[in-house]
């Protein structure tokens, strides 16, 4: 599976953006999808996945209640939806696969990643 996220961009505080991630290769509605992000000097961490139907999400609790996973498996691509963004989730967020049939919240679980797209939050 191939994985191309975009969608970042420079937001202010409060404001909202709408990744996406778009999938070509193996099904696509056989693969877990989930989003993560790495900010400088951090570890990547979890942000949000899917499983393969959509019916179940998990999310990082940095981000509950403010982010929206969700994917269209008849357009191969996965989305983030993040509003009320706060400057703490500047980062660069990627896009990723796990061929495993359940959503995993650990970065080494998942298979297929995408390049990265910048979100920068201005206070």
């Known amino acids: 599976v191939q994985l191309q996220a975009f969608g970042g961009g420079l937001v202010q505080a409060g404001g909202s953006l709408r990744l996406s991630c778009a999938a070509s290769?193996?099904?696509?509605?056989?693969?877990?999808m989930g989003w993560f992000r790495q900010a400088p000097g951090n570890e990547r961490e979890f942000v949000a996945a899917?499983?393969?139907?959509?019916?179940?999400?998990n999310y990082g609790d940095s981000v509950k209640g403010r982010f929206t996973i969700s994917r269209d498996n008849a357009k191969n691509t996965v989305y983030l939806q993040m509003n009320n963004l706060k400057p703490e989730d500047t980062a660069v967020y990627y896009c990723?696969?796990?061929?495993?049939?359940?959503?995993?919240?650990?970065?080494?679980?998942?298979?297929?990643w995408g390049q990265g797209t910048q979100v920068t939050v201005s206070s």
């Open positions: 290769g193996r099904t696509f509605s056989s693969v877990v």
């Open positions: 899917i499983s393969r139907g959509g019916a179940t999400t």
């Open positions: 990723a696969g796990r061929r495993g049939p359940a959503i995993a919240l650990g970065r080494s679980e998942y298979d297929y």
